[in-house]
């Protein structure tokens, strides 16, 4: 008798395909590329002499699971110093990680030979947010391009400068340009030069750190475009930093609200933008988004700035900037909060004193003011 397996569980906390435990907040779909499940990074900070006195930790992330999705792209978005790059450094494997797991088509990296540790790290490119010192000054395009072939693959000069040529023409470059050193460029084509290097070794991931923050606002969305369009052509997935919530809504199918390097609000982006609901997320788009005479959404001030992640509090790390009182008695303020479905795929972290419906409740008159670096942008989309 044969039996019939069920179709892989979409949108549960269970296992995926792979046997991938969930995490709340995760999709755990069948086309998980990545999987991260609770990350953390801690930096010890301060002065302990010989090792006596008392250990601080800085916890740039703490405890963070999403999945990376093929052909999708996941965005994370906070202000300054929440956690966004680290999350992408200890994906990178450039940050070593105090606990938590990755998982690459299902595999626990740290369980990975040496050829699928190659595989991994070549499956993973990174775009970074400034195209003028991520690309050396002293090589020419073509060799910038080549370079990771010539390292990684066994390619002829003539497969690699053949490469090069198809790299730079799907990037909108032209092809005597390879031959132009950086400086010769402008910001929006050397991040497009950037794009050609990531591409090279046809990675099944990119991580894309603010890519058009350096940017023009006129060039941002030719270059947005260039990457949804590559994302489409090659089904290449995203982990994307993004400080401009139109630039997260245009480009990213999930996205994940950071706060001390805790996600505090994820899922669906249009979701998370339809009906935001942890007042973090709230006073992020209150902050960012050009009043729009149709758009009735009231201001809101967090008190205080933001709190330092230096020994963070054991419960909701949102407590000690919130604007609605906090019973020190209360669970949450004592034990972290797991993210809660509120509707499908819109994940939140729910106490007593973190959502606008709480704050609506108590009557308490909020008014806006997160970080500088939330900035209003003119960026209005860019279509295709
Ligand atoms: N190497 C490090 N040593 C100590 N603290 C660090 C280090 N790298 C980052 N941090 C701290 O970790 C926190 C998160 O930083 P980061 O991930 O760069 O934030 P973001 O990208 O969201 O601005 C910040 O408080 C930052 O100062
Ligand atoms: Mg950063």
Same mark, same amino acid.
């Given at each position: =008798?044969?039996?019939?397996?069920?179709?892989?569980?979409?949108?549960?906390?269970?296992?995926?395909?792979?046997?991938?435990?969930?995490?709340?907040?995760?999709?755990?779909?069948?086309?998980?590329?990545?999987? #991260?499940?609770?990350?953390?990074?801690?930096?010890?900070?301060?002065?302990?002499?010989?090792?006596?006195?008392?250990?601080?930790?800085?916890?740039?992330?703490?405890?963070?699971?999403?999945?990376?999705?093929?052909?999708?792209?996941?965005?994370?978005?906070?202000?300054?110093?929440?956690?966004?790059?680290?999350?992408?450094?200890?994906?990178?494997?450039?940050?070593?990680?105090?606990?938590?797991?990755?998982?690459?088509?299902? +595999?626990? #990296?740290?369980?990975?030979?040496?050829?699928?540790?190659?595989?991994?790290?070549?499956?993973?490119?990174?775009?970074?947010?400034?195209?003028?010192?991520?690309?050396?000054?002293?090589?020419?395009?073509?060799?910038? #391009?080549?370079?990771?072939?010539?390292?990684?693959?066994?390619?002829?000069?003539? +497969?690699?400068?053949?490469?090069?040529?198809?790299?730079?023409?799907?990037?909108?470059?032209?092809?005597?340009?390879?031959?132009?050193?950086?400086?010769?460029?402008?910001?929006?084509?050397?991040?497009?030069?950037?794009?050609?290097?990531?591409?090279?070794?046809?990675?099944?991931?990119?991580?894309?750190?603010?890519?058009?923050?350096?940017?023009?606002?006129?060039?941002?969305? +030719?270059? =947005?475009?260039?990457?949804?369009?590559?994302?489409?052509?090659?089904?290449?997935?995203?982990? =994307? #930093?993004?400080?401009?919530?139109?630039?997260?809504?245009?480009?990213?199918?999930?996205?994940?609200? =950071?706060?001390?390097?805790?996600? +505090?609000?994820?899922?669906?982006?249009?979701?998370?933008?339809?009906?935001?609901?942890?007042?973090?997320?709230?006073?992020?788009?209150?902050?960012?988004?050009?009043?729009?005479?149709?758009?009735?959404?009231?201001?809101?001030?967090?008190?205080?700035?933001?709190?330092?992640?230096?020994?963070?509090?054991?419960?909701?790390?949102?407590?000690?900037?919130?604007?609605?009182?906090?019973?020190?008695?209360?669970?949450?303020?004592?034990?972290?909060?797991?993210?809660?479905?509120?509707?499908?795929?819109?994940?939140?972290?729910?106490?007593?004193?973190?959502?606008?419906?709480?704050?609506?409740?108590?009557?308490?008159?909020?008014?806006?003011?997160?970080?500088?670096?939330?900035?209003?942008?003119?960026?209005?989309?860019?279509?295709?």
């Amino acid at each position: =008798m044969t039996t019939i397996e069920a179709p892989a569980p979409e949108n549960t906390q269970g296992a995926n395909k792979f046997g991938v435990a969930g995490a709340p907040g995760c999709l755990n779909s069948a086309d998980a590329i990545i999987s #991260v499940r609770h990350r953390r990074k801690w930096f010890q900070v301060g002065n302990t002499i010989l090792g006596f006195g008392q250990k601080h930790w800085l916890k740039a992330v703490d405890d963070v699971s999403f999945d990376i999705e093929r052909g999708k792209t996941i965005g994370l978005v906070g202000e300054s110093g929440c956690g966004k790059t680290t999350t992408l450094k200890l994906l990178l494997g450039l940050e070593t990680p105090t606990a938590g797991e990755i998982y690459f088509e299902g +595999q626990d #990296v740290k369980t990975l030979t040496k050829a699928g540790r190659k595989e991994f790290r070549t499956s993973i490119q990174a775009v970074f947010q400034d195209p003028w010192s991520s690309l050396n000054p002293r090589m020419r395009v073509n060799s910038i #391009v080549a370079e990771p072939l010539e390292i990684a693959t066994t390619m002829t000069k003539q +497969q690699i400068r053949s490469r090069v040529g198809d790299l730079l023409a799907e990037t909108g470059l032209n092809s005597y340009q390879g031959n132009l050193y950086p400086h010769e460029f402008s910001g929006g084509q050397r991040q497009r030069i950037g794009i050609a290097r990531a591409l090279a070794l046809n990675p099944k991931v990119i991580t894309l750190d603010e890519p058009v923050s350096a940017l023009d606002v006129s060039i941002r969305a +030719q270059i =947005m475009n260039l990457l949804v369009d590559l994302q489409e052509e090659h089904g290449l997935a995203y982990l =994307m #930093v993004a400080h401009n919530l139109a630039t997260v809504r245009y480009m990213c199918h999930r996205t994940a609200v =950071m706060y001390l390097g805790v996600v +505090q609000e994820m899922g669906d982006t249009e979701s998370i933008f339809r009906n935001p609901t942890h007042l973090y997320t709230n006073a992020l788009l209150s902050a960012a988004l050009p009043s729009h005479p149709d758009i009735e959404r009231e201001e809101i001030i967090l008190p205080g700035e933001v709190v330092s992640p230096v020994d963070p509090p054991p419960g909701d790390v949102f407590m000690t900037r919130t604007p609605l009182p906090v019973d020190p008695a209360h669970e949450y303020a004592k034990v972290r909060p797991a993210l809660t479905e509120i509707e499908p795929d819109h994940w939140v972290t729910v106490t007593p004193w973190s959502t606008l419906e709480a704050a609506n409740k108590t009557g308490i008159n909020l008014s806006l003011s997160v970080d500088e670096e939330i900035e209003s942008d003119s960026f209005q989309g860019g279509g295709n």
